[in-house]
T-cell receptor, first 109, second 112 residues
């Protein structure tokens, strides 16, 4: 079983600040997904990264897949209160997705 | 209308009671999953089903059972609920590639 470590576990920042959260493993990923879960709802897929070194942008969110395919990061520029939620990474493989424990982000207006 | 629905959305029950959580989907997906979410522990897989005749245990299946009544329906049962099964339960679906999961809104279960 691949163990996914997400850091930090909690993050509280002011509106307008930038932030980066991380997802790391001791194993190589075939591909990795990032989900966001808002309070009272289920997780929703944000992005899938497949190629080592790949960078994908989704408005103010930038996702990067490490060259060695063992880590990934999510950078948010100019955070807004609507970014508040739990950010989960998940590994895609031959078995059902394996999720990290998540980073809980709170953006204060 | 939501693609993945869960009933009930909230449930409070007592130790020893039998509880069934239901999940329905209109996405036409073959694969369905049940997870529980606890603070600090993330999403943990309980059971999953790749088609109507397929049932597989996940990471934490003890104390739970499932039934795949049809392609669109996947139920989770707690035969004799205990307090440490208090958690948020999510149903999810995916197509046969399994590359993207679609989650229901969750059921908050409290066992007293």
């Amino acid at each position: 079983t691949q163990l996914l470590e997400q850091s930090p576990q909690f993050l509280s920042i002011q509106e307008g600040e930038n932030l980066t959260v991380y997802c790391n493993s001791s194993s190589v990923f075939s591909s990795l997904q990032w989900y966001r879960q808002e309070p009272g709802e289920g997780p929703v897929l944000l992005v899938t990264v497949v190629t080592g070194g790949e960078v994908k942008k989704l408005k103010r969110l930038t996702f990067q897949f490490g060259d060695a395919r063992k880590d990934s990061s999510l950078h948010i520029t100019a955070a807004q209160p609507g970014d508040t939620g739990l950010y989960l990474c998940a590994v895609v493989g031959n078995t059902p997705l394996v999720f990290g424990k998540g980073t809980r982000l709170s953006v204060i207006a | 209308d939501a693609d993945v629905t869960q009933t009930p959305r909230n449930r409070i029950t007592k130790t020893g009671k039998r509880i069934m959580l239901e999940c329905s989907q209109t996405k036409g997906h073959d694969r369905m999953y049940w997870y529980r979410q606890d603070p600090g522990l993330g999403l943990r897989l309980i059971y999953y089903s790749f088609d109507v005749k397929d049932i597989n245990k996940g990471e934490i299946s003890d104390g739970y059972s499932v039934s795949r009544q049809a392609q669109a329906k996947f139920s989770l049962s707690l035969e004799s609920a205990i307090p440490n099964q208090t958690a948020l339960y999510f149903c999810a679906t995916s197509d046969h590639h399994g590359l993207r999961q679609f989650f229901g809104p969750g059921t908050r279960l409290t066992v007293l």
